[in-house]
């Protein structure tokens, strides 16, 4: 989809002064948000910052103090987890709630087989490499036991099976965690083919390089508040400094001396 018709396009969601109150503690204090077709919104924030409470609410596991969530313009209330699904928002939680002794096959459709009186296992079989293949996904085998895939084929197998529910928004909870530089390449391969294939991606990670190599947009949230949105071309001392609330501080001086010396050994050669 060409970038113009994605900003152009009314959003999917749209979230405006949503705000979470736990007792005492506010932690969403108007939140405004937007995800459109085919765009990949990364959500970014320090710890406390309110990501997961943000997760939370939009996948219906809690509910939101106030504020108004639209989908496809018209106002939704996400009070269950089903209904956030048949809304068409599916979540990949960070512990990927697979079954390890079962394959990626029986993984991919436990809860919704093709046929709920006699599993359908060819047919099952059949629609799971379709899958894989169009989103080019390195799985071994669909018969493979998930105890003997990789955190990315893990990751990979998660994110299909919620693909198959076909939403409109996916979101995924810092899906690259404790991955390895080949295996967080590989999943963030899988969330640009999410996205081409026209699903609004909501990524939630703690990672700056990830964020800017696929996101469209980065929504930072600092407190509970929006602190920010960026393109991918922020620099990490601008989204450091957003996180943060500070431009000047030893993350920000790190990645800022980083850049002078590949800067300046760039010049030498
Ligand atoms: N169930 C709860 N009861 C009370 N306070 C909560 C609850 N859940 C979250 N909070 C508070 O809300 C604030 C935001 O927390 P949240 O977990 O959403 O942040 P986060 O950005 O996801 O951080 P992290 O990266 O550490 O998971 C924090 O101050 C947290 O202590």
Redesign the pocket.
């Given at each position: 989809m060409p970038a113009e018709a994605v900003g152009d396009s009314a959003p999917i969601l749209k979230l405006s002064g949503v705000t979470k109150v736990?007792?005492a503690?506010t932690?969403l204090d108007g939140i405004d948000l937007e995800v459109r077709r085919g765009e990949v919104v990364a959500l970014v924030?320090?710890?406390?910052?309110?990501?997961?409470?943000?997760v939370k609410i939009l996948s219906g596991v809690h509910s939101k103090t106030s504020g108004t969530i639209e989908f496809n313009g018209a106002e939704v209330s996400i009070d269950t987890p089903g209904r956030a699904i048949d809304l068409g928002i599916a979540t990949v939680f960070q512990d990927l709630a697979l079954c390890e002794n079962l394959d990626v096959v029986a993984n991919l459709f436990l809860g919704q087989e093709v046929n709920a009186w006699r599993l359908n296992e060819v047919e099952m079989e059949v629609r799971a490499w379709k899958l894989l293949g169009e989103l080019a996904a390195r799985i071994p085998s669909v018969r493979e036991p998930i105890a003997s895939l990789s955190g990315g084929q893990r990751q990979t197998v998660a994110i299909c099976r919620s693909l198959l529910l076909d939403p409109e928004i996916i979101m995924l909870d810092e899906p690259t965690a404790a991955l390895g530089v080949a295996q967080t390449a590989e999943v963030l391969n899988l969330v640009e083919r999410v996205r081409d294939r026209g699903h609004g991606v909501i990524l939630i990670s703690?990672n700056m390089e990830d964020v800017r190599a696929v996101a469209d947009r980065i929504v930072v949230?600092r407190l509970?508040r929006n602190n920010g949105t960026f393109g991918p071309e922020a620099t990490q001392e601008e989204l450091v400094a957003a996180i943060t609330g500070a431009t000047d501080n030893s993350v920000s001086r790190r990645a800022g001396k980083r850049q002078d010396e590949t800067t300046a050994a760039g010049e030498a050669r």
């Open positions: 736990f007792g503690v932690a924030g320090d710890n406390g910052a309110g990501k997961s409470t943000l703690h949230l509970g």
